[in-house]
Nanobody, 125 residues
Framework: QVQLVESGGGLVQAGASLRLSCAASGLSLNNYHIGWFRQAPGKEREFVAAIAVSSRSTDYADSVKGRCIVSRDNAKNMVYLQMNSLTPEDTAAYYC??????????????????WGQGTQVTVSS
């Protein structure tokens, strides 16, 4: 059974940093492009960041560009999202997703094959 499991969320104050992790069981993340998405209460899910299999390509939403870094450790089968200078607007459930389609298609459609259950990030002012 394939599972993506996010961790690292929590309650922090504005200006703090968090590192989210995405771990997989039942599949090798080495073969998938990984995206991070978030959904705040009452809002649609939105793209946050993504990293290609090769790590040569990364993309970020304008709202997090310069504050977040997505990385992967293929040896550990893990993907990370380092988030700095958090603001209350970053409060959301964060999900990782794995896509096997070409990276450009993943970025244009935001559709993934596997999704995690999410980890909550709450930023207080």
């Amino acid at each position: 059974q394939v599972q993506l499991v996010e961790s690292g969320g929590g309650l922090v104050q504005a200006g703090a940093s968090l590192r989210l992790s995405c771990a997989a069981s039942g599949l090798s993340l080495n073969n998938y492009h990984i995206g991070w998405f978030r959904q705040a209460p009452g809002k649609e899910r939105e793209f946050v960041a993504a990293i290609a299999v090769s790590s040569r390509s990364t993309d970020y939403a304008d709202s997090v560009k310069g504050r977040c870094i997505v990385s992967r450790d293929n040896a550990k089968n893990m993907v990370y999202l380092q988030m700095n200078s958090l603001t209350p607007e970053d409060t959301a459930a964060y999900y990782c997703a794995a896509a096997a389609t070409p990276y450009s298609l993943f970025m244009s459609t935001r559709k993934a094959k596997y999704w995690g259950q999410g980890t909550q990030v709450t930023v207080s002012s």
